[in-house]
């Protein structure tokens, strides 16, 4: 199979779909990696990396799509590749289709096959190919959040950890998941005072196990999340719904029971945010105010931090990524139907549930498309 890498246009998106050491498997497994010039750069990879574990190196983004049966990527396909897309082709890479129609209909008329990260499972129920990236998202938002609090980027001028004689910041933790355990561990140890609200018994009775000393837990209502916003200094947006929009837990008409300055920080804005007036925001222009309160919203934060996140994302992928490549999306999805759940868009159909809901469009099961 011929395995394409394009670079990465999306705004400050300086990770790569492929390491070299990723390349260098799919050569020995018998298949050919085109890498486009530069896509490994802002990941501290050389062109040279690659050529020297066998991939070949393509000028654009167009030689890339012409030439690649399978497409690995990080981020969703920007509007200019999309158009590049073609019929039967495999795409492979994050997508978050649930809050974004024009990609979800772009990839349809494209006739492409699209397995999205976000929607692999594992047999535990797990998502193993979004874990890394919450593990990382989940570490930098308290970091960026902490940015976010300074006095001269709007925030109240609160410092994470006091000091003594001046108590620490109020962190609130939204969701208990994998984002919302490595948030809180990280706000915890800058000296914060941590929340952790989250609906499942089970998910709070192990965070109290392995952190009660660390941070406290809450079972999540509306009412104990409005009590903890009155006094909270950052509240970190850390739900997920696999493949769906997230819910929308802090409203507006709260902000005013809110201190002046707070900060926000959604990692769900990839699915569209879990507090009302979020809006994705970039690296470049990260925050903004509504009402007195700093929202931070970018929707690739793990973007920051490439090479780590470069490196711990090609781990999870790199199995799955090998066996579409050696035994053709089908077979593969066939053999393993936790790779199967994966699957979002096949030949102008829609393939997965809780994006068709959000949405508003049919569905065909994912057993079905294979037939296809």
């Not at 399978?70 to 200019?80: F, G, L, N, R």
Request: proline share 6%; glycine share 12%; with cysteine.
């Amino acid at each position: 199979m011929k395995i394409g890498c394009p670079t990465e246009i999306k705004p400050q998106e300086f990770r790569v779909g492929l390491t070299p050491n990723a390349a260098g498997e799919a050569v020995a497994h018998g298949h050919q990696v085109l890498v486009q010039q530069g896509a490994g750069t802002g990941a501290g990879f050389t062109d040279e990396d690659y050529t020297d574990a066998g991939a070949s190196i393509a000028g654009t983004a167009e030689d890339i799509f012409a030439a690649a049966d399978m497409i690995v990527k990080v981020k969703e396909p920007q509007a200019t590749e999309r158009k590049m897309l073609r019929e039967g082709q495999l795409l492979f890479t994050y997508l978050h289709l649930a809050p974004d129609p024009a990609q979800t209909h772009d990839l349809l008329q494209s006739g492409c096959t699209a397995i999205a990260y976000e929607t692999v499972t594992d047999p535990a129920g797990g998502l193993p190919l979004l874990a890394p990236m919450s593990e990382v998202a989940g570490r930098l938002a308290p970091q960026v959040g902490a940015w976010t609090l300074q006095k001269a980027n709007g925030g109240r001028g609160v410092l994470m950890g006091g000091v003594p004689g001046v108590g620490p910041a109020k962190v609130v933790v939204i969701g208990g998941g994998v984002v919302g355990t490595h948030a809180a561990r990280v706000a915890a140890g800058m000296g914060a005072d941590v929340t952790v609200l989250d609906r499942s018994l089970p998910r709070l009775r192990y965070l109290d196990d392995v952190f009660g000393r660390d941070f406290r837990n809450r079972y999540s209502t509306a009412g104990a999340t409005a009590e903890l916003l009155v006094d909270a200094d950052m509240v970190i947006g850390a739900v997920l719904i696999p493949g769906a929009a997230a819910p929308k837990l802090v409203s507006r008409a709260q902000f005013a029971t809110m201190k002046p300055g707070a900060a926000l920080v959604d990692v769900a804005i990839d699915q569209g945010g879990c507090f009302e007036t979020s809006r994705a925001t970039t690296h470049a222009d990260p925050i903004y105010e509504v009402d007195g309160i700093m929202h931070y919203c970018v929707a690739n934060m793990p973007g920051a931090v490439a090479r780590t996140s470069t490196l711990a994302l090609s781990n999870a992928t790199l199995p799955f990524m090998l066996a579409l490549a050696d035994k053709g999306w089908r077979q593969a999805c066939e053999d393993d139907p936790h790779l199967l759940n994966g699957l979002n868009v096949h030949a102008g159909h829609l393939t997965y549930f809780a994006v068709g809901k959000a949405l508003g469009l049919d569905v065909l099961s994912p057993s079905l498309a294979l037939k296809k």
